[in-house]
């Protein structure tokens, strides 16, 4: 595990910084953008957010995006990762209503990177479903697939020429189950028995038919990828005991493997594991059907092999036992039944899930090489959570760890094409406002400009992912930070 041989990013390894659009954009209701599941559900509920900050305002990247590229060129990634709002450019969710003005933020953005060398990977889904459509049932309508998807081509349409790497949805993981079943995300539904499951149906179908879109459409002229990216932290024993061993494979089946499964498992559809426990429940709870939908033979091979890469968001490691106390049931929890934990001496972020495990990063790409079949990986998220200040030391040793664990991963077999640091800089971070920042950036939320200053991490980034290698003990000598030719940026034609 820790031999001192120096690896390194190979040439053609990306680097790249992600943020997401509510997370930073502000102007929720600027220019005729129409309002989105996280605008509603935070209007209606300010006492949910740690610090009151919500996402009205948050960076203002919505005015401040020429700051933003400029921090991605001190940086030198080679790409940015961001998200476009639905609601922004189709404020009723449908397109027959298009904001011009909303896609015109975009078409800045997109073309200032561009100018600037710097590839956009667009994520066409990060937790905002317009309001309009959450009305009509969201992702438990089965029209959603039919939404998304219009969606999709309409985007695809717009900058197909532009961007090479699109992500069709962040986390259906958490889609489903914080927004549907366990309500602690918007739209904030409690409908922990089926509403997630339904989802999670639904959502890989929209997915799978923006792919397929893309195949059909673009794919022959514009030659980009088409992923999803999904939350793969790391679940395993808590000790070795065919108990614990067996509630991680659990952990492991319910918390991914039942968005993987479908589109990377050699037959395809959701886990055994899954399909057998909730039918079984289903059946003792007097439901004439299973709680965990089925999909049809064509569903199945619509979804099957539907993604040219995993965007793979892992950010920590939990030890896993099967539950200590009886959950209410019906319920995912209970279907699932496992409790977790993490290391005491693990270090702590600011975010109550968050400690450092560096192995877990190996052992999960390990897993997934394993059970599906070498697939191609991209990490498009992992990051830490700070107090405010420049000097974060933690964020650096935990990206340091991190990114040593995954060129071991990649010696070992792992096909990782890149890594994406969360986050660009300090945004909202969902309920816990800017109470956790994440950002290389901070960002002073009390300023009128938001302004922007590199911590120490983006310094260490920077110098990483120019020198390619993880050193230890390397430190700037000040914290300034400032533009410098890249000549070797690569040229983004990835070979997945
Ligand atoms: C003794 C302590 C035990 C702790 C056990 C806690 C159990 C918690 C249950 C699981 C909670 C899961 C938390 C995992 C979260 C991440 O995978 C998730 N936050 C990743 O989502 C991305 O997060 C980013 C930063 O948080 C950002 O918000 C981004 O938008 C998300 O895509």
């Given at each position: 595990?820790?031999?001192?041989?120096?690896?390194?990013?190979?040439?053609?390894?990306?680097?790249?910084?992600?943020?997401?659009?509510?997370?930073?954009?502000?102007?929720?209701?600027?220019?005729?953008?129409?309002?989105?599941?996280?605008?509603?559900?935070?209007?209606?509920?300010?006492?949910?957010?740690?610090?009151?900050?919500?996402?009205?305002?948050?960076?203002?990247?919505?005015?401040?995006?020429?700051?933003?590229?400029?921090?991605?060129?001190?940086?030198?990634?080679?790409?940015?990762?961001?998200?476009?709002?639905?609601?922004?450019?189709?404020?009723?969710?449908?397109?027959?209503?298009?904001?011009?003005?909303?896609?015109?933020?975009?078409?800045?953005?997109?073309?200032?990177?561009?100018?600037?060398?710097?590839?956009?990977?667009?994520?066409?889904?990060?937790?905002?479903?317009?309001?309009?459509?959450?009305?009509?049932?969201?992702?438990t309508?089965?029209?959603?697939?039919?939404?998304?998807?219009?969606?999709?081509?309409?985007?695809?349409?717009?900058?197909?020429?532009?961007?090479?790497?699109?992500?069709?949805?962040?986390?259906p993981n958490?889609?489903c189950m914080?927004?549907y079943a366990s309500?602690?995300?918007?739209?904030?539904?409690?409908s922990k028995d089926v509403g997630g499951y339904e989802c999670a149906k639904n959502v890989l179908?929209?997915?799978?038919?923006?792919?397929?879109?893309?195949?059909?459409?673009?794919?022959?002229?514009?030659?980009?990828?088409?992923?999803?990216?999904?939350?793969?932290?790391?679940?395993?024993?808590?000790?070795?005991?065919?108990?614990?061993?067996e509630a991680?494979e659990r952990a492991r089946a319910f918390e991914f493997g039942l968005y993987l499964d479908p589109?990377?498992s050699?037959?395809?559809d959701f886990p055994d594991l899954v399909k057998k426990i909730v039918d079984k429940k289903s059946t003792e709870q007097g439901f004439k059907t299973s709680r965990l939908p089925k999909l049809t033979?064509?569903e199945v091979?619509?979804?099957?092999?539907?993604?040219?890469?995993?965007?793979?968001?892992?950010?920590?490691?939990?030890?896993?036992?099967p539950s200590?106390?009886?959950f209410e049931a019906p319920s995912v929890e209970d279907d699932r039944n496992t409790?977790?934990?993490?290391?005491?001496?693990?270090?702590?972020?600011?975010?109550?899930?968050?400690?450092?495990?560096?192995?877990?990063?190996?052992?999960?790409?390990?897993?997934?090489?394993?059970?599906?079949?070498?697939?191609?990986?991209?990490?498009?998220?992992?990051?830490?959570?700070?107090?405010?200040?420049?000097?974060?030391?933690?964020?650096?040793?935990?990206?340091?760890?991190?990114?040593?664990?995954?060129?071991?991963?990649?010696?070992?077999?792992?096909?990782?094409?890149?890594?994406?640091?969360?986050?660009?800089?300090?945004?909202?971070?969902?309920?816990?406002?800017?109470?956790?920042?994440?950002?290389?950036?901070?960002?002073?939320?009390?300023?009128?400009?938001?302004?922007?200053?590199?911590?120490?991490?983006?310094?260490?980034?920077?110098?990483?992912?120019?020198?390619?290698?993880?050193?230890?003990?390397?430190?700037?000598?000040?914290?300034?930070?400032?533009?410098?030719?890249?000549?070797?940026?690569?040229?983004?034609?990835?070979?997945?």
């Amino acid at each position: 595990w820790s031999d001192h041989r120096k690896r390194k990013f190979p040439t053609n390894f990306l680097f790249g910084a992600a943020t997401s659009a509510y997370q930073v954009e502000g102007g929720w209701n600027a220019d005729g953008k129409g309002e989105s599941i996280w605008d509603k559900f935070l209007h209606d509920n300010p006492d949910l957010v740690a610090d009151g900050r919500n996402g009205d305002v948050a960076s203002d990247s919505y005015h401040q995006w020429r700051r933003d590229v400029e921090m991605l060129r001190e940086l030198g990634v080679d790409f940015y990762r961001f998200s476009i709002s639905w609601s922004r450019v189709l404020p009723t969710g449908f397109e027959n209503e298009i904001n011009e003005a909303g896609f015109k933020y975009y078409d800045n953005l997109i073309d200032e990177l561009l100018k600037h060398e710097i590839q956009p990977m667009v994520t066409l889904y990060h937790f905002e479903l317009p309001q309009p459509l959450q009305e009509l049932g969201g992702w438990t309508n089965p029209l959603s697939v039919t939404w998304f998807e219009n969606y999709a081509k309409l985007v695809f349409r717009r900058y197909a020429d532009k961007v090479k790497f699109w992500i069709t949805i962040n986390q259906p993981n958490t889609v489903c189950m914080e927004g549907y079943a366990s309500g602690i995300m918007a739209p904030g539904l409690n409908s922990k028995d089926v509403g997630g499951y339904e989802c999670a149906k639904n959502v890989l179908l929209a997915h799978a038919k923006a792919y397929r879109a893309y195949q059909t459409e673009f794919k022959k002229k514009y030659e980009g990828n088409v992923g999803i990216s999904i939350a793969v932290n790391w679940f395993e024993a808590l000790s070795n005991t065919t108990e614990n061993n067996e509630a991680a494979e659990r952990a492991r089946a319910f918390e991914f493997g039942l968005y993987l499964d479908p589109i990377w498992s050699k037959k395809g559809d959701f886990p055994d594991l899954v399909k057998k426990i909730v039918d079984k429940k289903s059946t003792e709870q007097g439901f004439k059907t299973s709680r965990l939908p089925k999909l049809t033979a064509a569903e199945v091979k619509l979804i099957k092999g539907s993604a040219d890469f995993l965007g793979m968001n892992h950010y920590t490691t939990f030890q896993v036992q099967p539950s200590q106390t009886q959950f209410e049931a019906p319920s995912v929890e209970d279907d699932r039944n496992t409790e977790y934990t993490q290391g005491p001496a693990w270090r702590a972020a600011k975010s109550p899930w968050l400690k450092s495990a560096p192995y877990g990063l190996y052992k999960a790409c390990l897993h997934l090489n394993l059970n599906y079949d070498y697939l191609p990986i991209i990490i498009t998220e992992h990051g830490w959570s700070s107090d405010p200040g420049l000097e974060d030391q933690d964020r650096v040793d935990n990206m340091r760890g991190y990114l040593g664990a995954l060129l071991l991963a990649m010696e070992d077999g792992t096909e990782v094409k890149g890594y994406t640091a969360w986050s660009l800089m300090d945004n909202v971070e969902w309920i816990a406002g800017t109470s956790e920042r994440f950002g290389l950036y901070e960002v002073d939320f009390e300023s009128e400009q938001k302004t922007r200053t590199a911590r120490l991490s983006a310094l260490v980034y920077k110098h990483i992912i120019e020198s390619r290698e993880v050193e230890d003990a390397w430190r700037p000598s000040n914290l300034k930070i400032a533009i410098t030719k890249n000549d070797k940026k690569n040229n983004y034609r990835v070979e997945l």
